[in-house]
């Protein structure tokens, strides 16, 4: 399956740089996965509703522009559904069974993603109704999907 992290801003420390590549490559021989990194937007210290919705959709219209295509798309916002290890396992199996061999995870900036993209997604989902750091959300995602593909393999990691 080719799954795709498309996120707004870049991964800068270093510690998370070394665990997203760690688990690309425990997800190597089970799939491919690809990082794009867009542009993020200059956020104002006060910010109008409607200077929201222009930034995020600038963010977002770059995304449109580079012509990605994933038979699925699943959106991470704090207000979509949580499931469990196990329970996105059996989606990304189920993806997967379907012949949908493409995956992609969509990660807003610090405003989060547009109504029009969580719309438009096949899922919303919540990591945890918890706070992350974006570089972070990156890492916790691979390893969710690693951990997934280890339930889904019976690999003993998910213990």
Known sequence: MQITIVAVGKVREPFVKDGLNTYRSRLAPCHSLTFIDLPDERVPAKISPKQKTTIMEAEWNRFLES??????TIALDPGGVLLSSEELASKMNQYELEGRG???FLIGGPLGLPAVVRQ?????LSLSRMTFPHQLVRL???EQLYRATCI???IPYHK
Not at 67 to 72: E, H, K, Q
Not at 120 to 124: E, T
């Open 120 to 124: 438009q997604a096949d899922l919303v």
């Open 67 to 72: 012509g990605l295509r994933a038979a699925v």
């Open 152 to 154: 889904n393999r019976n």
């Open 102 to 104: 493409s995956v992609a």
């Open 140 to 142: 916790i995602l691979i």
